[in-house]
């Protein structure tokens, strides 16, 4: 059974230390690992894809990478505005759904 | 570039009652739209898929039903509410090619917010 598991389920940073969030997943065959951005009541907000070992994708302070085993999400010198629930998803072989984690929520404090 | 509406964004209802929640797309043709739900807790849950007009394929047994209308329009429904049918509904779009395919990178819109009484 595909599954996906978030770690931590809470992070607190002050501002400017840097950390990383991991997705730790099984799939049959992955055919790719997402990140997503999720801010209280709101929808998810698409951050990245990752297909296959040792890829890597940056956006302004993130920077997603992935294994055979677990993805890390790198925050580098987080501001409060990076605060937010930060949902990691695979899709596999099986089918056509996206297979959520948890969430680990992030609060970056100044 | 591309939209994604729902409505109501938020909505209380009694058990028993119906339901009826819209999702709209613009800016692109023959999209992938999708329904989930996210329950306090708990991740994302796909509920319904669908490929185009009239075709829809349920992911799990439930009280709920899906349709579409039309292209870029995608309705989830219940004739009869119940109270574990409260949760967060989020519509989701993906570029139309075949549904789960390398590549397919799901957008989501804003969410409608169900409390059934």
């Known amino acids: 059974e595909d599954q996906v598991t978030q770690s931590p389920e809470a992070l607190r940073l002050q501002e400017g230390e840097s950390s990383s969030l991991n997705c730790s997943y099984t799939v049959s065959g992955l055919r790719g690992l997402f990140w997503y951005r999720q801010d209280p009541g709101k929808g998810p907000e698409f951050l990245f894809t990752l297909y296959s070992a040792g890829e890597e994708k940056e956006k302004e302070r993130l920077k997603a990478t992935l294994t055979k085993k677990e993805s890390f999400l790198h925050i580098t010198a987080p501001k409060p505005e990076d605060s937010a629930t930060y949902l990691c998803a695979v899709r596999g072989q099986a089918g056509t759904a996206l297979i959520f984690g948890k969430g680990t929520t992030l609060s970056v404090s100044s | 570039s591309q939209t994604i509406h729902q409505w109501p964004a938020t909505l209380v209802q009694p058990v028993g009652s119906p339901l009826s929640l819209e999702c709209t797309v613009e800016?692109?043709?023959?999209?992938?739209l999708y329904w989930y739900r996210q329950a306090a807790g708990r991740g994302l849950q796909l509920l319904f898929y669908s490929v185009g007009i009239g075709q829809i394929s349920s992911e799990v047994p439930q009280n709920l039903s899906a349709s579409r209308p039309q292209d870029r329009q995608f309705i989830l429904s219940s004739k009869k509410l119940l109270l574990s049918d409260s949760g967060f509904y989020l519509c989701?779009?993906?570029?139309?090619?075949?549904?789960?395919?390398?590549?397919?990178?799901?957008?989501f819109g804003p969410g409608t917010r169900l409390l059934v009484l």
């Open positions: 989701a779009w993906s570029p139309r090619r075949l549904a789960g395919a390398d590549g397919e990178t799901q957008y």
């Open positions: 800016g692109t043709s023959n999209p992938n």
